[in-house]
């Protein structure tokens, strides 16, 4: 069975802080896709990046970046030097191959809060 | 990007009564479009996967007669929620299958009362 696992419920920081966001996740696929949302307060979820199974790149884009480890089964996100505008509920979700990404599993989400 | 549009955005219904929600992909057509649940401080669960011109298949748990699901086109995903219930408040949001990926809609907040 898949499952995602976001242990870390609640975050705060304050601005300018580095914090990491953790994501677990189970498997029995060898190809998989993973990913991870940002949801503001009004709902809508915000596409940040997908990762495929083959692809242990980490990857960086402005003040995000990610570490995927297979071998820990994690795909980490990082947000440095943090911002009040980051403040938000994260989801780290993982998807079939077979699903091209469309039928997605949530972690249970983690709220960050960035005090100014 | 591929966009995806959802409507209501916000609706209050009545107790008994039934309410449709619409998600549409506005410019790429998908066969497939899955149609998720978020209670208040939760995570999103998968409710079903609609496919164009079949029955949609529902995640186990989810009554197929209470929550219609109606995906006549390949840019039209309808959900009903048929006899509403203070228990089905919820967030409802949809997502269609482009070729990378999901596109996700706005996201329909239900208030049944």
């Known amino acids: 069975a898949q499952k995602v696992t976001q242990a870390q419920t609640e975050i705060s920081v304050v601005e300018k802080e580095d914090v990491t966001l953790d994501c677990v996740y189970e498997?029995?696929?060898?190809?998989?896709?993973l990913f991870w949302y940002k949801q503001p307060p009004s709902g809508e979820l915000v596409f940040l990046i997908r990762?495929?199974?083959?692809?242990?790149q980490n990857e960086i884009s402005g003040r995000y970046s990610w570490n995927f480890q297979k071998s820990t089964s994690s795909f980490n996100f990082t947000i440095t030097a943090s911002q009040v505008v980051d403040s938000a509920v994260y989801f780290c979700?993982?998807?079939?191959?077979?699903?091209?990404?469309?039928?997605?599993?949530f972690g249970q989400g983690t709220e960050l809060s960035v005090k100014p | 990007g591929a966009v995806v549009s959802q409507h209501p955005s916000r609706v209050i219904c009545k107790s008994g009564t039934s309410v449709k929600i619409e998600c549409r992909s506005l410019?790429?057509?998908?066969?497939?479009m899955f149609w998720y649940r978020q209670f208040p401080k939760q995570s999103l669960m998968l409710m079903a996967t609609?496919?164009?011109?079949?029955?949609?298949?529902?995640e186990q748990g989810v009554e197929k007669d209470k929550f219609l699901i109606n995906h006549a086109s390949l840019t039209l995903s309808t959900l009903t929620v048929t006899s509403a219930h203070p228990e089905d408040s919820s967030f409802y949001i949809c997502?269609?299958?482009?070729?990378?990926?999901?596109?996700f809609g706005e996201g329909s907040w239900l208030t049944v009362v």
């Open positions: 498997t029995r696929d060898t190809t998989y896709y």
């Open positions: 410019d790429f057509q998908a066969t497939t």
């Open positions: 990762r495929n199974s083959f692809d242990e």
């Open positions: 609609s496919n164009e011109g079949s029955k949609a298949t529902y």
């Open positions: 979700a993982l998807s079939e191959a077979g699903n091209q990404g469309g039928k997605l599993i």
């Open positions: 997502s269609a299958r482009s070729r990378d990926r999901g596109y």
